[in-house]
């Protein structure tokens, strides 16, 4: 009987500890958001994978404490931690592009209404303004008014230029910060 109350006081305290992190973290991408002028509905993702990542930690420990096989769970983690690597890895997967997606969110100097220009080559490249940022895609309006979507691991991939405004020819006005967030 005392062994079921230690393994219901570790697992509140886990239960604790998944909804202290979380808000922390959430605070985090909040702080992210607000200084980086980005878009909240890629606010909104990260904030969703960072709450999938926890709850599956949480639920792994969970398991540990109530007395599942240890051997059964490495196997499922290290299936895990392999899914994970090969997003890493992988140029076109959908995991490497929600990868992309976090890297892009917290670590690259790429925000909404920048003019840049992306190196694809030697003689091609691609140029415009960045209008909408997802979990797979990023959408540019190039100086034509074309509307182009590109895969998010390709600005981890290539060469990115930002241009300063109006360097860029006809490109058309930035939209603006209201029509972002409706």
């Known amino acids: 009987m005392e062994v079921t109350y230690v393994k219901i006081l ?6 604790i500890a998944f909804v202290s992190l979380r808000a922390i973290c959430f605070k985090i991408i ?3 958001l607000s200084n980086r002028l980005l878009q909240e509905s890629r606010g909104l993702i ?8 926890f709850l599956c930690i949480s639920i792994m420990l969970i398991c540990l404490i109530w007395g599942v096989d240890q ?4 196997v499922f983690i ?10 890493f890895f992988a140029q076109w997967s959908i995991l490497s592009n929600i990868t992309s997606s976090i890297i892009l969110f917290f670590n690259h100097a790429l925000k909404l209404n920048d003019s840049i220009i992306i190196m694809e080559g030697k003689d091609y490249v691609i140029e415009g303004r960045v209008v909408g940022i ?23 991939q290539k060469s ?7 360097l860029v020819e006809d490109l058309p006005k930035p939209v603006p910060e209201e029509a972002l967030n409706k």
């Open 30 to 32: 909040d702080k992210t």
């Open 71 to 74: 051997e059964d769970l490495g």
């Open 160 to 166: 990115i230029k930002k241009v300063p405004e109006g």
């Open 78 to 87: 290290g299936s895990a931690l392999t899914v994970v690597g090969v997003a």
């Open 46 to 53: 990260v904030k969703r994978v960072v709450h999938i990542v």
């Open 10 to 15: 570790e697992t509140v305290l886990i239960i």
């Open 134 to 156: 997802g979990l797979f895609f990023t959408t540019l309006i190039t100086p034509e008014s074309e509307e182009i979507t590109l895969p998010n691991n390709v600005f981890i």
